[in-house]
């Protein structure tokens, strides 16, 4: 089974082919690659949400596109895909997890829709997924500030999808500048015992319109997300402030 990512990380709860690559070449690269990468202590991500943020102007269909990645910003190598939404509704088993459930579903509840953007590296060796919404009043900030404690609480809990559980846990990382707020994690989920699949994580606001954007790769490719987010960032914040 192949599935790959579909805006707002749902795709992220099926084998990717990432991890069946991994298991068709020995299986074990895939869990000495977790081992690794949980070894680096990540440094402290997203700045705090304000007590109390001041309702922010919607952000309009025009500056949504304007926002959103398109092939012309990537580095060589990239190509544009598409992906397939995803109507499942995920849930956690502790409510402090709630909003990284929410990150995974297709609709955020309480957003509207803009532009979103999906991308693949050579052979799908790296995966890139972003979307672009807006809220009405402070319903950015607050996604943003609940987000934020979900991944402090939350690095053990077990998602249900469907009625299929598996086990999950959430890894701050450093969240790009830029932006008003920015939170930025390691999704971690055993699709199958002993493996693994720990795509990185990005959700970005600015006014009353966020992003989320998703990247999956390889150990190797996991390099590249730095400067990705960076490129996503600077682009959204330009949109939205225009």
């Known amino acids: 089974m192949r599935t790959r990512f579909s805006r707002g990380v749902s ?29 680096d202590k990540p ?4 700045s705090a949400a304000p007590a109390a943020a001041a309702p922010a102007k919607p952000l309009t269909d025009a500056q949504m596109k ?8 990537l580095p060589s190598g990239w190509k544009t895909t598409k992906a397939e939404a995803d109507p499942t509704v995920y849930k956690t088993d502790k409510a402090e997890c709630e909003p990284i459930a929410a990150v995974m579903n297709d609709k955020v509840a309480g957003a509207t829709k803009g532009a979103s953007a999906d991308f693949a590296l050579g052979k799908n060796d ?15 900030a607050d996604f943003t500030k609940k987000l934020a ?16 559980k598996m086990k999950a846990g959430a890894k701050k990382l450093t969240a790009p500048a830029g932006a008003e707020e920015a939170v930025a994690f390691v999704f971690s989920l055993e699709v199958a015992p002993g493996m693994k699949i720990e795509p990185n994580v990005v959700v ?19 390099k590249d997300f730095e400067t990705l987010t960076k490129t996503a960032t600077d682009k959204f914040v330009k949109a939205a402030q225009g």
């Not at 404690?149 to 299929?164: I, K, L, M, Q, S």
């Open 126 to 140: 790296s995966e890139l997924s972003q979307e672009v919404v807006t809220f009405s009043g402070t319903g950015a």
């Open 43 to 46: 440094a402290a991500s997203a």
């Open 11 to 39: 795709a992220a709860l099926v084998v990717s082919s990432l991890a069946l690559s991994a298991a068709a070449c020995g299986g074990d690269d895939t869990k000495d690659d977790a081992k690794k990468d949980g070894a």
């Open 66 to 73: 304007a926002a959103a990645l398109e092939l012309k910003d």
């Open 204 to 222: 970005a606001r600015q006014g009353a319109g966020l992003f989320r954007l998703v990247h999956l790769a390889d150990a190797a490719g996991k």
């Open 149 to 164: 404690a979900a991944v402090d609480a939350c690095a053990d809990f077990t998602v249900d999808a469907g009625g299929e």
